[in-house]
């Protein structure tokens, strides 16, 4: 089977750092690498791959250098892979909305993982290909009404990256962008009312908010602020922390951040919103909770949990490799569909 | 002959005021049917056309209501003619870069009219598209040395439209967008030097220019506002005007206001840049100049050109049915070439 893994193009895939979507674009061609199928990986020329590289300008538009027109590059990005179709027995679409509207001039089956809904606005185009292509919803609280879908498949990483910790620490861990909808000032708030440290890692995403925020609360000592980390940081911070706080505030479709914790044997204490109660077992995993005083109870109570038993269920749940089989069956489906 | 109009969907075709891509895909649609030729139109669904119209959004996106999200409006609309190829002898596309994408996927011919370079940053999409489409350049000065161009033709306006003002008055005209590319200042401090009142008609593109630059001038005696204006308006304004400044700060690739106002008779003052050699007559339409003294000397000069002469010749060089004659020509060989 030919696959054509199309990713988007403002991270290196990869992510040096932040780029969701590009790490579950790298974890996907490299699960299917693995699993013998012939990828080829449609991204910037800076990408890290097994599979084939095939990329048409040099680096993401949102990595460091001279600004390019990300609106110039995205849509060369894109017809790349649709000038090729028929080298691929499938287009598996990681990049959103625009790729659809090239779908139907081709004869390749175009699938689409779905990483959730920017806005309402966007739906159009999901609607008019709802018919003529296929989706994959990587959560069951991400499935719209009215769209429908091939499968739900949680994003699958790969475990062996993430391990149980020698000796955690008290500290509580944010990690994600610095944003309104992660909820970094509720973190900040729990953990001082919890009386713990707080280290938080990711990207400014609200640079208004961080000002604002959060950046008055950064002390070094109490709050400390890192910056975006790499893998090698992300490993040992998610793996050394008390507790990883996602007190979101928005429907979240997915946490890569929740799942990368729980592979390290770190408790999640998470607002019971979107596909958090699809990730964490509620009592075993961490805690889903409904405000900060929940939170802040929850907080003391993860230190009775078993650390070991919830690596063993992410790395049951999470691997990476079960993600690829979820995959590799709806390729098929498609392609028996087909004739 | 079967032909799609591709227009951009920002505002109604033909426009209510400001959007010459819009007016110049008016013109075309309407003398093709005129020269009937079978014509699709691809606008928003409020546009008006003697052709066929098709729409997959009721009104542009910068015109009054609900905001939109023009990202997916634009991607659904240029995927729609597109998906209908097969319908079409010729895909015309008045839309800019992200047609040319699509173009490869389908074998219906794709002709683009290039309305100016925003930025050299899309240049890449125009050089990759360059051998498998047909550019057509708005004036000798537009055409960029790296491109391929089938043909220069000038934009033809309906010249039926505009007529020479039974009594031309002694004030100067500004017609555009008050941006600092189209010399709104300039034209100000001009007209106060000429001692002669100056009209301002034209959408705000530049919001900050306006306050600092332009609305501190307006006293509606020396300096009048009139925001943007409609067809009727318009036709009064450049026939009444003792001329048009036209003081560009870039090198502008077409001028309609340009060429309306020649077509009512009415001298042109405008800078030596872009494309205005092509279209100015000088000493006869009016005078290219250099600096603002050369153009307060020419706001006194124009009194002694020849009207009549001037709309005579501007009929004679910008009717519409010239510029289609020259469309279809391009047409023509494109299909002669395909077989």
Chains 1, 2 share one sequence.
């Not at 693995?34 to 990408?47: I, K, N, P, W």
């Not at 993430?162 to 992660?182: D, Q, V």
């Not at 690596?311 to 993600?323: E, K, N, P």
Request: hydrophobic share 40%.
């Amino acid at each position: 089977m030919r696959v054509a893994v199309l990713a988007p193009v403002a991270w290196r895939v990869p992510p040096r750092h932040y780029g969701p979507w590009e790490q579950f674009a790298s974890l996907l061609t490299e699960g299917l690498v693995e699993a013998e199928v012939d990828v080829t990986l449609f991204a910037s020329g800076d990408s890290l791959t097994t599979g084939r590289l095939a990329s048409v300008m040099p680096r993401g538009y949102e990595e460091p250098g001279p600004p390019v027109d990300a609106k110039v590059w995205e849509c060369l990005h894109v017809s790349e892979v649709f000038e090729r179709a028929g080298e691929f027995d499938i287009i598996h679409n990681s990049f959103d909305f625009l790729p659809l509207t090239y779908s139907s001039l081709v004869s390749t089956p175009v699938v689409t993982t779905v990483h959730g809904f920017s806005s309402e606005g966007i739906l159009p185009v999901y609607e008019k290909y709802n018919r003529g292509t296929d989706y994959v919803a990587i959560s069951d609280s991400d499935r719209h009404p009215k769209l429908d879908y091939a499968a739900t498949i949680h994003h699958g990483i790969d475990t062996d990256a993430f391990a149980l910790h020698p000796a955690p620490g008290e500290g509580l861990l944010f990690f994600g962008r610095i944003h309104p909808e992660k909820g970094t000032a509720a973190a900040i708030d729990v953990a001082r009312r919890s009386g713990r440290p707080l280290t938080i890692a990711g990207i400014v995403a609200d640079r208004e908010y961080f000002e604002t925020e959060v950046a008055p609360h950064v002390d070094g000592v109490n709050v400390s602020y890192l910056g975006p980390v790499g893998p090698d940081a992300r490993r040992e911070l998610l793996g050394e922390a008390h507790a990883l706080l996602h007190l979101i505030d928005f429907e979240e479709p997915f946490g890569f951040s929740v799942v990368e914790a729980m592979a390290s044997g770190t408790p999640v204490v998470a607002y019971r919103r979107g596909s958090m109660p699809e990730l964490i077992g509620h009592g075993r995993d961490g805690f889903l909770v409904g405000d900060a005083d929940e939170a802040v109870r929850a907080v003391d109570s993860v230190a009775a949990l078993d650390r070991p038993a919830i690596r063993r269920r992410a790395v049951a749940r999470f691997g990476r490799r079960r993600m690829v089989d979820g995959y590799l069956a709806v390729y098929r489906a498609i392609l028996a569909r087909a004739g």
